[in-house]
């Protein structure tokens, strides 16, 4: 069964570093493009940033230049290296794979559990 564990929110100070994890597992082949989305309280779900199988990143306008997704695709993993932060980036953060290709068959557009990413000011 294919799960997507995220890891590394937590409690920062505005101005603060965190880098989040999402690793994929489960018989995987390949994993298409991932990403992370959050979802702060009151809000709907929104793209944070994207990455391709191929390298190519696509970020919000909100967060382009202070955050940065990479990932292993080795070991079908992707980061997020959110530096800057702010109160707004507070927010439940999710990671998402479009398109994973297991050993018995594809699965598409699956999220992991989310982790809480609180700033204060």
């Known amino acids: 069964q294919v799960q997507l564990v995220e890891s590394g929110g937590g409690l920062v100070q505005a101005g603060g570093t965190l880098t989040l994890s999402c690793a994929a597992s489960?018989?995987?082949?390949?994993?298409?493009?991932m990403g992370w989305y959050r979802q702060a309280p009151g809000k709907q779900r929104e793209l944070v940033a994207t990455i391709t199988s191929g390298g190519s990143t696509n970020y919000a306008d909100s967060v382009k230049d202070r955050f940065t997704i990479s990932r292993d695709s080795a070991k079908n993993t992707v980061f997020l290296q959110m530096n800057s932060l702010k109160p707004e980036d507070t927010a439940v953060y999710y990671c998402?794979?479009?398109?994973?290709?297991?050993?018995?068959?594809?699965?598409?557009?699956?999220w992991g559990q989310g982790t809480q990413v609180t700033v204060s000011s």
């Open positions: 998402n794979a479009d398109r994973i290709r297991t050993s018995t068959h594809w699965v598409y557009n699956y």
């Open positions: 489960g018989n995987i082949i390949s994993i298409n493009a």
